[in-house]
């Protein structure tokens, strides 16, 4: 039983370890494709989790200030603890297709 209803909030500072890779490549002067990779990863001692993230985008700028494109992504997060108040993992994966429009001003 908690007097706030079941709500808890904690605060920690820590140097969190990110990769980040991020490349665009023009094929013609109206096209281009991107490819990004991400990662982040903690380990707090009772806590561990990371999260992966990967895209890939095919752009058509049909105009100076604006483009359509169609892209895939696939994210992973997993968090897993041991502590005495919550034993558990948390897996969550979500990958697709997508179809974007952009506008630049």
Same mark, same amino acid.
């Given at each position: 039983?908690?007097?706030?209803?079941?709500?808890?909030?904690?605060?920690?500072?820590?140097?969190?370890?990110?990769?980040?890779?991020?490349?665009?490549?023009?094929?013609?002067?109206?096209?281009? @494709?991107?490819?990004?990779?991400?990662?982040? *990863?903690?380990?707090? &001692?009772?806590? !561990?989790? #990371? %999260?992966?993230? =990967?895209? +890939?985008?095919? @752009?058509?700028?049909?105009?100076?200030?604006? *483009?359509?494109?169609? &892209?895939?992504? !696939?994210? #992973? %997060?997993?968090? =897993?603890? +041991?502590?005495?108040?919550?034993?558990?993992?948390?897996?969550?994966?979500?990958?697709?297709?997508?179809?974007?429009?952009?506008?630049?001003?």
């Amino acid at each position: 039983e908690t007097a706030n209803f079941g709500s808890e909030r904690a605060s920690q500072t820590a140097p969190l370890p990110f990769f980040n890779f991020y490349a665009r490549m023009a094929l013609t002067d109206r096209w281009l @494709v991107s490819i990004r990779v991400d990662r982040l *990863s903690l380990d707090t &001692g009772d806590i !561990d989790g #990371d %999260i992966f993230g =990967s895209g +890939t985008d095919i @752009v058509y700028q049909a105009w100076p200030n604006f *483009s359509v494109g169609l &892209g895939y992504r !696939d994210i #992973d %997060i997993s968090v =897993s603890s +041991t502590n005495d108040d919550w034993r558990g993992k948390v897996e969550v994966q979500q990958s697709g297709p997508f179809l974007f429009v952009a506008a630049t001003f």
